[in-house]
């Protein structure tokens, strides 16, 4: 790799805002300047940021139909395409959120080959680093109490818009695309991947799943899949994607590992939403409000009623989190604390009565939020932020008026403090992203702090 090169190396579409920050978190902490963009750039801001190795742009795109996809990515893919970098990823969740209906992998995929032709797509979910692993096929997700299997774990199968029933990915994925694929396991990878690779395209698989347990199986997947990039040039999966790229540099010395990151400067207060139902989450939020954060419940079921009545609960709360921040805490809007919640229940009967659709309620649960931070920033002066939730992030992001975001501190793999950059009166937060199920119990608070390794 020419390391005096500024070409990029790797561009992605993400299909929700956590995700594909997570992405820029790996290339950037492994010493390769990147960028997330929140839709494609004006030349001028492009510009600012030519040097970078690494190229993103994030979407809401897992909490949107096929219909919108097809009318959506292929300008986002387009534009990533003409940077020419060798691999161009579409970035999903790492437990596969996905269904036909909602953030459809196979549609994006579908759409992605018409962009980027490529004999087939390498499918690498799994990423060791987050506790996610991937065996002969089946995806298996890591939380605090153990590694559970897709299909048994304890939140993913009560995901309430994409829950989980099956754990082969190949076999979740029949439902999405007609397009054929190959799995490439554990025990291929360890003899001769290469002959399994042009098997399965002898075969005519268009699709390879590759598994990825440890980091011997991660560096052979990142191999398989660089040194076969003219090929395999359209990547889909989690961020593991970079993480075994990022691994085979390393291994074959084409990129030295970086000096360690120092965290950012601890501040003594920060403003913080919430739209997730995770128990994760939930754990995260009493953590905070034992620990100087004022916890202010969002009455979800005001995106359910008339506009008047939603502008009155963003009012009240906005209100309400400058007070606090008046008093020296920290603001946490949080529209439910675990799925199981009285405010999940009182959601639920609003949408009922309402008729509303779903996702729709969900966007405007995550825009509502996000209009919150906005005022709530506004007015305090506060210059750090946490928003928690993946679909909430995209939603609430495009409310803040951003337009691009660079990792500045790790926290847990997936999740690390980032500048934020914009016209208008938010350029230069400090932002972190933290999807629903990620993060250590007192999250909210090592953002504060500062983030840093541990």
């Known amino acids: 790799m020419d390391s005096g090169s500024t070409a990029p190396l790797v561009t992605w579409l993400g299909d929700d805002f956590t995700g594909s920050a997570a992405v820029m978190e790996v290339l950037q902490f492994a010493g390769l300047p990147s960028v997330l963009f929140t839709d494609i750039p004006s030349p001028a801001l492009a510009a600012r940021f030519a040097h970078c190795r690494g190229v993103g742009i994030a979407s809401t795109a897992r909490s949107r139909d096929r219909e ?17 970098a060798p691999i161009l990823h579409y ?18 995929i579908e759409i992605g080959l018409q962009i980027r032709p490529a004999d087939a797509v390498p499918l690498l979910t799994a990423a060791p680093q987050m506790r996610r692993y991937q065996a002969f096929g089946h995806l298996f997700a890591g939380m605090l109490d153990g ?9 993913m199968t009560r995901h309430p818009v994409t829950p989980m029933t099956e754990s082969d990915l190949l076999r979740h994925l029949v439902a999405q695309t007609s397009l054929p694929s190959a799995l490439i396991d554990l025990e291929a990878l360890g003899t001769d991947p290469q002959a399994a690779l042009q098997a399965a395209l002898t075969a005519g698989a268009r699709i390879l799943s590759i598994d990825s347990m440890e980091p011997v199986s991660e560096a052979a997947a990142g191999r398989l899949i660089w040194e076969n990039r003219d090929a395999l040039g359209l990547a889909a999966g989690s961020q593991g994607v970079e993480y075994a790229l990022v691994r085979h540099w390393q291994d074959s010395g084409m990129i030295q590992p970086p000096p360690a990151c120092p965290p950012a400067a601890r501040c003594h207060q920060i403003a913080a939403a919430s739209g997730s139902v995770s128990p994760v989450t939930a754990r995260q939020l009493e953590w905070a409000g034992r620990n100087g954060f004022a916890l202010l419940a969002f009455d979800a079921g005001a995106v359910c009623g008339s506009a008047e009545d939603l502008k009155a609960e963003e009012a009240r709360l906005t209100a309400v989190a400058i007070a606090a921040a008046g008093l020296g805490q920290s603001p946490l809007v949080y529209s439910a604390a675990g799925n199981d919640s009285p405010e999940v229940a009182a959601f639920r009967q609003a949408l009922a009565r309402s008729g509303l659709d779903a996702h729709q309620a969900n966007q405007r649960i995550g825009e509502a939020l996000g209009r919150i931070l906005d005022a709530t920033l506004r007015t305090t002066g506060l210059r750090r932020a946490v928003i928690s939730g993946g679909d909430t992030s995209g939603h609430a992001m495009r409310q803040l008026g951003l337009s691009a975001l660079v990792a500045t501190s790790p926290t847990i793999p997936g999740a690390p403090l980032c500048q934020a950059f914009g016209e208008g009166p938010h350029d230069g937060l400090e932002v972190a992203l933290k999807g629903g199920q990620m993060g250590s119990e007192d999250y909210f608070g090592w953002i504060r702090d500062g983030g840093g390794n541990r």
Do not use: Q
Not at 73 to 79: A, I, M, Q
Not at 91 to 108: M, R, V
Not at 147 to 155: K, Q, T
């Open 68 to 84: 919108w996809m097809t009318e959506n990515l292929p300008r986002l893919f387009d534009w990533l395409h003409r940077l020419g």
């Open 91 to 108: 970035k999903i969740c790492s437990t596969f959120d996905s269904s036909p209906g909602s953030g459809s992998i196979g549609a994006a």
């Open 147 to 155: 590694v559970y299997r897709l299909d048994r774990h304890p939140v």
